[in-house]
């Protein structure tokens, strides 16, 4: 059962029954041994820096972002070769933390859930659209063919005591220079929706509101929460638009860490205005191979 708690600034605060308690707990537990850079380095070994990121190096707009953990849909990997497709530098199989005894189990029961409940959303979206519940299904989007995305992102304290001044100032949900360095800097998110069960012990989303102001998005017990991405202004040629969001860790002893899931377009879907979003205006996006959109924001590090 879903059960919307609460609208803010484009982000949803969303209650889900399905998952217990004890298991996000576990979740975060296994997450927090496995989000240090000297455990991910220890069994991470790839020739291409997108599958980890250590401190500094994961640029949104221009601010730099925490240590994180990469897992794609990596099934798909596999399809391409077969069908003769060109190589990505992002498929690949997964490199999961068996180290950490139960983990991979874990992420792969949390994957199914939020693959179900991304779905589940979507069909709410395209009625409220006035569009077929499934519209969003099949080749454009579909459960089993979603080229989902799992981060696990562990983001430590700001202590940059030079910077101290600019943070509190951003906490405070005033806009920063350039080269103030946050957890994560400003972006949108790429792809369809995002779902965030959040640290519930650490303050530090923050997203833009209709005004330009920053507010917080505080983590409530039992809540995803739940945005659009680009492709979604895509598809409504500009009338739903992605949220601005950024993340400020400023809590002096306590690291947070968030597990975000992305439900995305299938990979070889043609993303483009749907035509009911183009009676009153000429399209404003021109159609787009997800594939390709998702490699130009991987390999350049989310530049905006």
Not at 25 to 46: I, R
Not at 51 to 61: A, N
Not at 153 to 167: A, C, E, V
Request: charge should be neutral.
């Amino acid at each position: 059962m879903l059960l919307l708690l609460h609208c803010l600034n484009g982000m949803l605060h969303l209650q889900q029954s399905g998952l217990k308690t004890k298991f996000l707990k576990m979740l975060y537990f296994a997450a927090g041994d496995c989000t240090s850079p000297s455990f991910v380095l220890s069994f991470v070994q790839l020739p291409v820096p997108h599958h980890y990121q250590p401190p500094g190096l994961l640029h949104c707009s221009f601010i730099t972002m925490s240590c994180l953990l990469v897992f794609f849909c990596c099934w798909l990997a596999y399809l391409f070769q077969a069908a003769g497709h060109p190589a990505s530098p992002i498929h690949g199989p997964n490199q999961w933390p068996c180290q950490v005894p139960g983990f991979t189990p874990i992420l792969m029961d949390y994957i199914h859930h939020m693959q179900r409940l991304g779905a589940a959303l979507l069909r709410g979206i395209a009625a409220g659209l006035g569009l077929p519940q499934q519209y969003f299904g099949g080749s454009l989007a579909g459960h089993e063919e979603s080229y989902w995305v799992l981060r696990v992102i562990h983001y430590p304290p700001l202590q940059d005591k030079s910077l101290k001044q600019q943070h509190q100032a951003a906490a405070a949900g005033q806009e920063v220079g350039r080269q103030v360095q946050l957890s994560c800097g400003e972006h949108t998110d790429y792809g369809l929706l995002t779902l965030v069960n959040q640290d519930p012990h650490v303050c530090a989303l923050q997203v833009k509101n209709a005004l330009g102001q920053w507010v917080d998005a505080p983590p409530l017990p039992g809540t995803f929460v739940c945005n659009i991405g680009d492709m979604f202004q895509v598809l409504t040629n500009g009338q739903y638009k992605p949220t601005l969001h950024r993340v400020l860790n400023t809590d002096p002893s306590k690291s947070r860490v968030s597990v975000p899931f992305f439900y995305e377009p299938c990979y070889e879907a043609i993303v483009q205005p749907i035509p009911q979003f183009c009676r009153s205006a000429p399209a404003k996006y021109p159609a787009v191979r997800y594939g390709t959109h998702l490699e130009s924001k991987v390999l350049t590090n989310f530049e905006m």
